[in-house]
């Protein structure tokens, strides 16, 4: 909890005062105020400017962005966020010298670090908010990747006569087989198995 006590003669110019100091707008403060104005005897002896203790409150995508940027200070790297407003929420597009060591073996590391910052950013949001990770564009160079891995595998299937079971993914990853093999007119793809084992399967319709 981020507080301050600010004066001022009046308790408007005190809030007024924190609220430059922060550079924030009257909505990201809560305010408290401790000590009246008083103007004293004839107006001039032992005059007292108010007191106001101001709190900051949260803004879920700045909390996003301080724990994200810990993380990177343990791990000495150096790693520029970016921030994109998209239909589904918000997208922190990372960029840097040393990313594959975020990325991971196939984005697991990634998809770690994503859900740990959408903990840390829903802690400090009044409704749901849903971040995307990305590094260097992994994200539409994996997706491409999982659209022609399925169109290579359901041309196995049907060849074969035989279901496929991929390797466990994300939630995200399975949605992009689903979509991908959702109108083929010869397989149907469904999930089978349990968190983080959950798997697609791609069989004939």
Do not use: C
């Not at 724990?67 to 239909?87: A, C, G, N, P, Y």
């Not at 840390?120 to 009044?126: D, F, L």
């Not at 409704?127 to 491409?144: C, M, P, T, Y």
């Amino acid at each position: 909890m981020k507080t301050i006590v600010v004066t001022g003669k009046t308790i408007e110019e005190a809030i007024k005062s924190g609220l430059a100091q922060w550079n924030v707008p009257p909505e990201r403060v809560k305010t408290q105020v401790l000590e009246q104005p008083s103007k004293g005897l004839f107006g001039l002896i032992g005059t007292k400017d108010a007191k106001v203790e101001l709190e900051l409150i949260p803004d879920a995508l700045e909390e996003a962005v301080a724990f994200l940027e810990d993380v990177f200070r343990t791990m000495s790297i150096q790693v520029k966020i970016d921030r994109e407003h998209t239909d589904d929420g918000v997208q922190f597009n990372l960029s840097g010298k040393e990313l594959g060591i975020l990325i991971g073996r196939r984005g697991q590391t990634l998809d770690s670090l994503q859900y740990l910052v959408n903990i840390v950013a829903n802690r400090y949001s009044n409704s749901h908010l849903r971040i995307v990770l990305d590094a260097e564009n992994f994200r539409g160079r994996r997706k491409q990747t999982l659209e022609e891995l399925s169109d290579r595998l359901a041309k196995r299937v049907i060849r074969s006569r035989k279901e496929v079971v991929l390797e466990p993914m994300s939630s995200q990853e399975r949605k992009v087989i689903h979509s991908q093999l959702q109108n083929h007119p010869d397989v149907k793809t469904f999930s089978k198995g349990e968190e983080p084992n959950r798997r697609v399967v791609i069989a004939l319709r």
